[in-house]
């Protein structure tokens, strides 16, 4: 038995799978320059003229989504409360059973509410 020790270097499995930062950096830059060339192009096919109307859909929807979100969280925070949710609910009812009986208990106002219906289904849908 000798007392020399021989340093044989083992490949670490870690080296052979993994690449190292400087390769990982040069792999994101040209990645990153692809993919911002294709925007680019992509970009430049857009007709510009007519984003008026898609940027103004585009307003209004982030605009509901913006209201849904803040409505949700004070309906949220309403409903912590132990006695609103409650109240709210009784405050609905009455509200919906005055309108009924002020518009809904003989024929005539029936009907008036009918009509009022159409002529507002004719205004908007044409």
């Known amino acids: 038995m000798s007392d020399e020790t021989t340093d044989v270097k083992e490949p670490s499995l870690f080296s052979a799978v ?12 040209e990645r990153y320059s ?9 970009l430049d096919q857009v ?4 984003m008026g109307r898609v940027g103004k859909a585009a307003g209004i929807l982030l605009a509901v989504i913006v209201a849904q979100v803040l409505i949700k969280g004070v309906l949220d925070t309403i409903n912590l ?4 949710p409650g109240l709210l609910e ?3 009812l009455v509200v919906v059973g005055q309108w009924s009986w002020q518009n809904l208990t003989t024929s005539d106002k029936r009907s008036a509410v009918v009509s009022r219906l159409q002529g ?5 849908l044409g």
């Open 81 to 84: 409360l132990p006695v609103v």
């Open 120 to 124: 507002l289904r004719s205004e908007y």
């Open 34 to 42: 692809e993919i911002l060339g294709k925007v680019n192009t992509a």
């Open 90 to 92: 009784l405050l609905g």
């Open 18 to 29: 993994s690449p190292s930062t400087e390769e990982v950096g040069a792999g994101f830059s």
């Open 47 to 50: 007709d510009w003229s007519q």
